[in-house]
């Protein structure tokens, strides 16, 4: 994060979704409020039905609050009048990669934004090879999206967003019908493009180790939300991630049950190595501490 | 038990888009065992699986359940269907009916079995997949997506399958959606005794459930083992593109450092157990 500039600004949002059994709807988001920042890497975890996809959802105005405001770029998503502004500006990844691709070529898949707004044909090639070179998938411009793998499938949707240049990709479980591999592909993707693009990414997620990769964790329960702060403050948090429904990594929870164990753990450890270190640490000091 | 003689299957036979999807495929599968399945996207599990369900036919060699070959003459086609049940990736895509109740009572409605066993059977599955009974008479799209999830697979079990595979049953869902629905699919396999083969690219939750792992890898089976000697295997995992859970990880990288806990670590609570009593060995 090189700056603070605000990007995305939600300020006390509400919303509810029309309800059979809840006379006046059942409530999503209770006065939800919270900033992005120009550049960083944002993840956000809740279980399902927490309400973080209809968050995602009111970044690019497919929802509009009910009470509240959401400013994008300083335009404010209830206004109709701004639809366009905002939705070039905010890119959509969601969970299922076949129902995002439309066309039988890839590139054509990756121009199909650009070409509907109106940019002209030899910007779009820029465009496109640029998309297709920051998700590393150059090569397979030619092919056809059907008979790739999932992970290359999706980083075809993450290239299609990227076409239509926008400030911010929010993704709405990027990873979840994606084996190993291609969670891994699609984790280093946005790393990079956040890096070296300096891509400003939301990332809604249910895998704990990719949440720990972010620069910061919102989580949302019952339409609040409830912790935010640096991976490591929010996951070394265990009881309460547990008590609502969420998981903290296995090197996390490990350390937590040294600790109550009584042995000298803290548990801001995220990854395998740092828990590594840390038992290898606790080892060594006690063996010192039988020598003396 | 269920045995795999050279099961191979190729998808376009004779075109010139001819894969194989799956290679002479032999094992042989004990009844009552809770087994994994794992591999790489295309390494062929989809298609293995949907052999054993008897919804494809293999390209060449046989596919034997409790005695009875699958598509030769003498198979009894119909009970081998109700003997074996497949919940498919994303099983709540499939939700069709009016009601839960209805949805649920599908396949014991078409077994033609007497209208008080499929209201016990209903019951039955939504017991044992945690659904209320009030939820029955809803309409299944009502319901949020962990409890739909519940009612396709309900839908499965309502056919009392001896053999029970389940495609991906928790991508998508949240760790408590997750770890319910797989608790509830353990305490199933050990009240009813049933065979449960279960394809995940989750290691922490194919490591905390099953006994024994199949590994495929383009279109072979690789490894088969108790879990314990698969996860002994990390660097061959690791080359097949699969991990090792992250407690596995860990272990592993103690062990290097000269830490001495042992190989084939791969639940939490082992972990902790072990790495304790060195701590406290030390300690003394």
Known sequence: MDTNEKLIEIKNVEFLYESTEEPGGSRVLKDVSLDIKKGEFLAVLGHNGSGKSTLAKHLNAILVPEKGSVLVAGFLTSDESLLYEIR??????????????????????????????????????????????????????????????????????????????????????????????????????????????GMTVVMITHFMEEAAQADRVVVIDHGKIIMHGLPKEVFSRVEEIKEIGLDVPQATELAYLLKKEGFDFETDILTADECVNKILSVYQSERGADND | MIKLTDVSYTYMSGGPFESAAVENVSVTLNSGEFIGLMGHTGSGKSTLIQMIAGLIKPTSGSIEIDGQVLHSKNCDKRAMRFKTGLVMQYPEYQLFEETVFKDISFGPTNMGLPKDEIKRRVESAANLVGLDEDILQKSPFELSGGQKRRVAIAGVLAMEPKLLILDEPTAGLDPAGRDEILFKIRDMHKRLGITVILVSHSMEDLANLTQKIMVMNHGRLVMYDKTSEIFKKTHELKDLGLAVPQITEICDKLREKGFPVPAGIYTLDTAKAEIEKVLKNEKR
């Open chain 1, 88 to 197: 070039q500006r905010v890119g959509m990844v969601f969970q299922n990669p076949d129902n995002q691709l439309v066309a039988t070529i890839v590139e054509e898949d990756v121009a199909f934004a650009p070409e509907n707004l109106g940019v002209n044909p030899q910007e779009i090639r820029e465009r496109v090879d640029y998309a297709l070179d920051a998700v590393n998938m150059s090569e397979y411009k030619e092919h056809a999206p059907h008979m790739l793998s999932g992970g290359q499938k999706q980083r075809i949707a993450i290239a299609g967003v990227l076409a239509m240049k926008p400030d911010v990709l929010v993704m709405d479980e990027p990873t979840a019908m994606l084996d190993p591999e291609g969670r891994r592909e699609i984790l280093e993707t946005v790393k990079k493009l956040n890096r070296d693009e």
